[in-house]
């Protein structure tokens, strides 16, 4: 029965994609977050990564300024099988993979994990104001999501859902390594919420072997409207973000290189609902909330030329999500709570030593990742939400094997231990926890351009602070396999000279135990197909398409089962775009999805929102360097909310960018 079920839901996406492409200029029902990006791929901006077994999308720096998102949220709402709570806003928003991460109670179920230049960032289970991403999109110049486990070894334990990891802007990535000063500023303005953001970057290099940056980005926007004229209230924020970074290289063929970096964001809202998900203050009331992320990265690279054993990586990093909160009792209908008015602060120290070797035994050719791991989490104690450090040492190892032209072979092991320990009676007790977690992917690619591949991983997510309460949990890991197989195909020169295929299918499985997450929940059980697919012609013209359609389970601990309404509803983006030499770039996207069941039992209308986005780059003349970046989205005012959504999305929005480096 549950196989048919999902098998309906593939047919759905099939459908979906044709209704796509034969009737482009529709679409406007219900439903979606904001604007679910563009797909682009090959010789587009987002190239298909057809050479690795792993999930993963990476999207880089021109995708990053031609999208035009105001959260990092938005930036990954095209990946498939991420699903946004939200999104356009820094707080009340979350990312979910594969069904797992946040959920419109929770910002996160610990199961998605969160990584920034190497940092672990974010919090655990906070009830109603738990984030997992407080930072601006002008800070990175590229981002990209592994979905699943079976990538996630060398980053942490208990990833079930996926890992997000962004790498921040350097200095040299404007001046070119050219010595000298140069600026760029951009100017941002949207027409629903009357957002403006303007970002400021000095990058200096003083020498051809130091080199500094400075990024300052502050983002503001009203309450925006929905496409009837209902002004969705919590939505208003004003985000101020840093970053300052340097990096100094030196030793034979600069071999050595030191980076340090220090990024920073901040709101301070007034009279704002308690409950960041929702739109009113309600049984909880109001609060003066104030939400401060800081991130420091010290790190030293090695790797001398002409040794290919060596590659070291050194981290050491300190991330802490501080928010401090005072509730306004004449909000509070029935007084204030504890909770309401509860401070909390996250510090998460961690230190990673990790080489890449290159080497062979016979013909057989490896490439090695090996690291240990030490890391402390340190949380202050608050009411409903027990202080205490958790600490933590992890062995990893991930080896992928080259056997022969064809054949890659990728077993990768992680090995952790944990200390885990209350502040305050009665939650002052200490646990100890190990896991030995691990999976293999295999790749086959033939000569005609397909490949296959599949992959097997077991992880364990170990007991978080959060739950120092429930003593049972605290040494009772909740326990993951996922399971991966698909099929991708790349050629070129393949209708014409100079054209490019790039497709990718990936189906999975992922089934959770001994869980603790969740309320009356036993188990888990997921099973989902992910499509990505790209094709680009040399006059320019590009298509890209990508599409998600999963099913999932829970049951309770009697054994009654139920839909898991978190598992990624079944929807597919498309998108055209035409390429003028590299001056213009224009593209129309649209986003469909199936009806569905949202948060609440709500049940959600299918949808399909056009957006439409163009770049104009002059190539000569005063304005050479100049971008300016035009987007419409939700082109025809739907009226629509995705399905993790608690907000009705916005209406019709036009956005102005204009950037210039000087």
């Known amino acids: 029965m549950r196989g048919h079920r999902l098998g309906w839901k593939y047919l759905g996406t099939v459908s979906a994609l044709s209704l796509m492409i034969n009737a482009a200029p529709v679409m406007a029902q219900d439903a979606d977050e904001e604007f679910l990006g563009i797909i682009e791929l090959g010789a587009s901006k987002r190239e298909v990564q057809v050479g690795t077994a792993t999930a993963v999308t990476v999207i880089n720096q ?82 990209s999501v592994i979905r699943g486990t079976v990538g996630s070894f060398e980053f942490g334990s208990g990833v079930i859902g996926g890992v997000v990891q ?45 080199e500094f940056l400075l990024n300052y980005t502050v983002r503001d926007q009203d309450d925006y409207k929905t496409a ?27 071999a050595h290189s030191i980076t340090l970096s220090y990024n920073d964001s901040t709101t301070d809202e007034k009279d704002v609902p308690y409950d960041t998900f929702g739109t009113t203050g309600g049984a909880f009331g109001n609060v003066d909330r104030k939400t401060h992320s800081k991130i420091a990265v010290l790190q030293y690279d090695y790797n001398p030329s002409g ?19 005072t509730c306004l009792p004449a909000s509070a209908p029935f007084g204030c709570f504890s909770v309401v008015d509860a401070d909390h602060n996250y510090e998460t120290t961690k230190l990673t030593v990790k080489n890449t070797a290159y080497f062979l035994t016979g013909s057989v050719e490896h490439n090695l990742r090996a690291g240990i791991e030490f890391s402390q989490r340190d949380r202050l104690d608050a009411p409903s939400a027990p202080g205490g450090s958790d600490k933590r040492i992890a062995l990893f190892a991930v080896d992928e094997i080259q056997i022969n032209q064809n054949l890659t072979l990728t077993p990768a092991v992680r090995f952790e231990t944990q200390d885990i320990e209350g502040d305050t009676a009665p939650n002052d007790a200490s646990y100890s926890n190990n896991a030995l977690m691990g999976g293999l992917s295999a790749r086959y690619e033939f000569d005609s351009g397909f490949a296959v591949f599949a992959s097997a991983a077991y992880t364990e997510m170990m007991p978080i602070i959060d739950d120092l309460g429930t003593p049972l949990f605290m040494t009772q890991p909740e326990r993951s396999h996922t399971y991966e197989g698909g099929v991708s195909y790349t050629r070129g020169d393949l209708f014409s000279s100079g054209d490019a295929l790039q497709v990718k299918v990936n189906l999975y499985n992922t089934y959770v135990w001994d869980i603790t997450s969740y309320s009356g929940v ?100 005063a304005l050479k360097g100049a971008e300016f970046r035009f987007g419409i989205e939700n082109i025809l005012d739907a009226t629509y909310q995705s399905q993790l959504s608690t907000r009705v999305a916005p209406g019709r929005n036009f956005k102005l960018t204009m950037a210039k480096t000087f």
Request: glycine share 12%; aromatic share 8%.
């Open 228 to 254: 009837d004229g209902t002004v969705i209230t919590n939505s208003e924020f004003r985000m101020p973000s840093y970053l300052v970074k340097g990096r100094y290289t030196f030793g034979d063929d600069d």
């Open 522 to 621: 036993s188990d888990i059980d997921v099973q989902g197909i992910e499509l990505e697919a790209s094709y680009a012609h040399a006059s320019g013209f590009y298509a890209d398409l990508n599409a998600t359609s999963a099913d999932g389970t829970s049951k309770d601990g009697t054994g009654i089962s139920s839909n898991w309404i978190y598992a990624p509803e079944t929807s597919a983006r498309l998108t055209l775009g035409k390429r003028f030499g590299d001056a213009v770039d224009v593209s129309w996207e649209l986003v469909t999805a199936q009806s569905t069941t949202g948060i609440g039992d709500v049940a959600l209308a299918g949808y399909g929102v056009n957006n439409l986005r163009a770049t104009y780059r002059p190539q000569t003349g």
């Open 307 to 325: 040794n290919d054993l060596i590659d070291l990586s050194v981290n050491l990093s300190r991330s802490e999500q501080a928010i401090d909160q």
């Open 166 to 210: 962004l790498e921040t802007k350097n200095a040299s990535d404007f001046t070119g390594g050219e010595i000298g000063l140069r600026l760029r500023q951009t100017l941002e303005a949207t027409s629903n919420g009357k957002g403006f953001a303007s970002s400021t970057i000095a990058a200096w290099q003083a020498t051809d072997n130091l």
């Open 62 to 143: 021109e995708e990053i300024d031609d999208r035009q998102a105001g959260t990092i949220a938005e930036l990954i709402d095209s990946v498939p099988g991420v699903t946004l709570v939200n999104g356009n806003t820094p707080q009340g928003s979350g990312i979910n993979i594969r069904g797992f991460g946040a959920n419109g109670t929770y910002g996160t179920d610990s199961k998605v994990l969160v990584v920034i230049d190497g940092a672990t960032t974010g919090a655990e289970e906070l009830y109603r104001i738990g984030n997992q991403l407080f930072t601006d999109p002008e800070l990175y110049s590229e981002v």
